[in-house]
């Protein structure tokens, strides 16, 4: 069940962060914060995470039952996208999620975010994302793009294209 402690998981969601993916927005990540990456997978994005330099709390619990760290980074189960950003939402904490690009013109995102004075902000990575399977990239490339879903992360713009 590949390690996501979530009520419900669907196998597509097996997809794992490459190391790249935190390299790319190592800058963005505060270093003064304790981060705590809350879905587990197969642990090796807390540990890149803290190969990166960042004090980090990445242990195999419930997101839904659980409240750590300061700032919350991770590549949420897509499966659960609404659950995990409506928890997000009553977390109430700066956040950094990788979701699909296409989540940000969705009615739900739109309302969830609309009357909140910190609102989301973009990182668009230069190329699509390659996640991990079982450790190694799938022979298929990821067919989608994914976005950085940044809140009360007090970036200076908006909406940041990686170079």
């Known amino acids: 069940?590949?390690?996501?402690?979530?009520?419900?998981?669907?196998?597509?969601?097996?997809?794992?962060?490459?190391?790249?993916?935190?390299?790319?927005i190592k800058h963005f990540i505060p270093s003064n914060k304790v981060i705590w990456e809350p879905f587990y997978g197969d642990g090796k994005s807390g540990e890149y995470?803290?190969?990166?330099?960042?004090?980090?709390?990445?242990?195999?619990?419930?997101?839904?039952?659980?409240?750590?760290g300061d700032v919350l980074v991770s590549n949420l189960p897509f499966s659960?996208?609404?659950?995990?950003?409506?928890?997000?939402?009553?977390?109430?904490?700066?956040?950094?999620?990788?979701?699909?690009?296409?989540?940000?013109?969705?009615?739900?995102?739109?309302?969830?975010?609309?009357?909140?004075?910190?609102k989301l902000q973009i990182i668009i990575p230069r190329k699509r994302i390659q996640f991990l399977k079982d450790g190694n990239e799938p022979k298929n490339k990821c067919n989608f793009d994914c976005f950085y879903f940044c809140y009360k992360m007090n970036l200076e713009r908006d909406i940041i294209w990686l170079n």
């Open 1 to 24: 069940m590949a390690g996501f402690q979530t009520k419900t998981f669907l196998k597509y969601d097996d997809y794992m962060t490459p190391k790249s993916a935190w390299e790319n």
């Open 80 to 118: 659960l996208k609404k659950e995990c950003y409506t928890r997000l939402k009553e977390l109430d904490k700066p956040f950094i999620m990788i979701s699909p690009s296409s989540m940000i013109n969705t009615q739900y995102i739109r309302n969830l975010f609309k009357d909140t004075n910190d």
């Open 49 to 68: 995470l803290k190969e990166l330099g960042f004090d980090v709390i990445h242990e195999e619990i419930d997101f839904f039952e659980n409240n750590k």
